[in-house]
């Protein structure tokens, strides 16, 4: 299984970014969830967002009301649609698929800065 990141980049704060997550080598059937994580330097990475496979959504507290995950079942995707991006929200980005295994995609940065 590979997953492939996009949509990364350097924005202001209030802005937005959309990240998107295509997962190769495995079905849509076989996806429990997924979902998005995330990592700064020095500190343990921690989750955002999880989407089930029966499209239930959990968010963590710092990004409810802000952040949107979204599955694209014909892509063998997930979507992150990150809204009103704070600079705390400074960090690398990692999709996370959960099969009988758990996958790792290789991180996009996000930069929120003026």
């Known amino acids: 299984v590979q997953l492939v990141e996009s949509g990364g980049g350097l924005v202001q704060p209030g802005g937005s970014l959309r990240l998107s997550c295509v997962a190769s080598g495995t079905t849509f059937s076989s996806i429990n969830a997924m979902g998005w994580y995330r990592q700064n330097p020095g500190k343990q990475r921690e989750w955002v967002a999880i989407?089930?496979?029966?499209?239930?959504?959990y968010y963590a507290d710092f990004v409810k009301g802000r952040f949107s995950i979204s599955r694209d079942n014909a892509k063998n995707g997930v979507d992150l649609q990150m809204n009103s991006l704070e600079p705390e929200d400074t960090a690398v980005y990692y999709c996370?698929?959960?099969?009988?295994?758990?996958?790792w995609g290789q991180g996009t940065q996000v930069t929120v800065s003026s």
């Open positions: 989407i089930s496979s029966a499209g239930t959504t």
């Open positions: 996370n698929v959960k099969l009988s295994e758990e996958y």
